[in-house]
C-alpha cells in the first residue's frame, strides 16, 4: 500500500519482521557441599516451583550434575542467576548457576 505526499514523494509501508529475543536456560549444578534442602528452597523462591517440581529439580542435580529450572530472555536468566549465587555466596553455600542460550 503506497501513500502520496504533497512534494510527489511516495512512501511505502513495510512490515517489519519482528524475531522473539533469544531465550536462554537457567542451570543450576551440583556441588557436594550445598545441601538438598537449600537447593529446594532456592529453586522455589527464585523459579517459583512448588516443592515437589522443586525437589524433582534438585534430583536432577544431584543425580545428572544440573537441573534446568526455567527458559527466560537474557536479561531475566541473567538476573535469576545473580540473584541465586548471591544468594548462595551469602549462605556459605558454593552453589553455582549458570546460563546457556537456548
Same mark, same amino acid.
Given at each position: 500500500?503506497?501513500?502520496?505526499?504533497?512534494?510527489?514523494?511516495?512512501?511505502?509501508?513495510?512490515?517489519?519482521?519482528?524475531?522473539?529475543?533469544? $531465550?536462554?536456560? +537457567? !542451570?543450576?549444578?551440583?556441588?557436594?557441599? @550445598?545441601?538438598? #534442602?537449600? /537447593?529446594?528452597?532456592?529453586?522455589?523462591?527464585?523459579?517459583?516451583?512448588?516443592?515437589?517440581?522443586?525437589?524433582?529439580?534438585?534430583?536432577?542435580?544431584?543425580?545428572?550434575?544440573?537441573? $534446568?529450572?526455567? +527458559? !527466560?530472555?537474557?536479561?531475566?536468566?541473567? @538476573?535469576?542467576? #545473580?540473584? /541465586?549465587?548471591?544468594?548462595?555466596?551469602?549462605?556459605?553455600?558454593?552453589?553455582?548457576?549458570?546460563?546457556?542460550?537456548?
Amino acid at each position: 500500500m503506497a501513500t502520496k505526499h504533497e512534494n510527489g514523494t511516495v512512501l511505502v509501508r513495510q512490515a517489519q519482521k519482528i524475531k522473539p529475543p533469544p $531465550m536462554y536456560q +537457567v !542451570y543450576l549444578l551440583n556441588d557436594d557441599y @550445598t545441601p538438598m #534442602e537449600f /537447593v529446594v528452597a532456592i529453586i522455589q523462591e527464585y523459579f517459583n516451583k512448588d516443592r515437589e517440581n522443586a525437589t524433582q529439580i534438585m534430583l536432577m542435580v544431584h543425580r545428572d550434575g544440573k537441573g $534446568m529450572c526455567g +527458559v !527466560y530472555p537474557k536479561d531475566i536468566a541473567s @538476573t535469576k542467576v #545473580e540473584y /541465586v549465587l548471591t544468594h548462595a555466596r551469602k549462605a556459605g553455600h558454593p552453589l553455582q548457576c549458570v546460563m546457556e542460550e537456548a
